[in-house]
Antibody
Framework: QVQLVQSGSELKKPGASVKVSCKAS????????INWVRQAPGQGLEWLGW????????TYAQGFTGRFVFSLDTSVTTAYLEISSLKADDTAVYYC??????????????WGQGTMVTVSS | DIVMTQSPDSLAVSLGERATINCKSS????????????LAWYQQKPGQPPKLLIY???TREIGVPDRFSGSGSGTDFTLTISSLQAEDVAVYYC?????????FGGGTKVEIK
């Protein structure tokens, strides 16, 4: 069965970096896009962007360029989100979510369990 | 960017009664070449990730109970829960995947009256 399993919660100081992993299983990793979505405490869902798992090409939403980097390690079927120069308002649950194929024209059919990133001094 | 506006923000419905959630997009999400609306609905319960309920505006995901239905086209969409069950208490989000940036509605919280 399809599963996306994310790394555990992180507590970081402002200015630090964090790398969140999203381990995929149960399907052919390079045929399905991975999206990243965040949810600040008590707030709604915000799309950060996506990565084509066949080409490795990332696309970032406006406001998430520069400090946010999407990457892949296809040998271990894992996608990564790295955030640098962390700020307090980066505090959120970060989700990875799959789209069925790399055409990026589907709903998100499977989600990771979420990774809580807390930025606090 | 396509702005997704949901209404109401919250609603309380008696068990067994109908719940209706509306979602309006700032521009059409209907792709005329294939006549598909690039619109999905998700359910999120506390402490859980969102769950896909409906895609292409009206296609139910496998395993989703048939009391959930989606309708609408173009810019106006509706999620209906025909007979509310206790386990349907959640926040519901619409999302457009017509164009980047993909965007979500603000969410509608459904509670039991």
């Amino acid at each position: 069965q399809v599963q996306l399993v994310q790394s555990g919660s992180e507590l970081k100081k402002p200015g630090a970096s964090v790398k969140v992993s999203c381990k995929a299983s149960g399907y052919t990793f390079t045929t399905s896009a991975i999206n990243w979505v965040r949810q600040a405490p008590g707030q709604g869902l915000e799309w950060l962007g996506w990565i084509n798992t066949n080409t490795g090409n990332p696309t970032y939403a406006q406001g998430f360029t520069g400090r946010f980097v999407f990457s892949l390690d296809t040998s271990v079927t894992t996608a990564y989100l790295e955030i640098s120069s962390l700020k307090a308002d980066d505090t959120a649950v970060y989700y990875c979510a799959r789209q069925y194929d790399n055409w990026h024209d589907d709903g998100f059919d499977f989600w990771g369990q979420g990774t809580m990133v807390t930025v606090s001094s | 960017d396509i702005v997704m506006t949901q209404s109401p923000d919250s609603l309380a419905v008696s068990l067994g009664e109908r719940a209706t959630i509306n979602c309006k997009s700032s521009q059409s999400v209907l792709y005329t070449s294939n006549n598909k609306n690039y619109l999905a609905w998700y359910q999120q319960k506390p402490g859980q990730p969102p769950k896909l309920l409906i895609y292409w505006a009206s296609t139910r995901e496998i395993g989703v109970p048939d009391r959930f239905s989606g309708s609408g086209s173009g810019t106006d969409f509706t999620l209906t829960i025909s007979s509310l069950q206790a386990e349907d208490v959640a926040v519901y989000y619409c999302q457009q995947y017509y164009s980047d940036p993909l965007t979500f509605g603000g969410g509608t919280k459904v509670e039991i009256k």
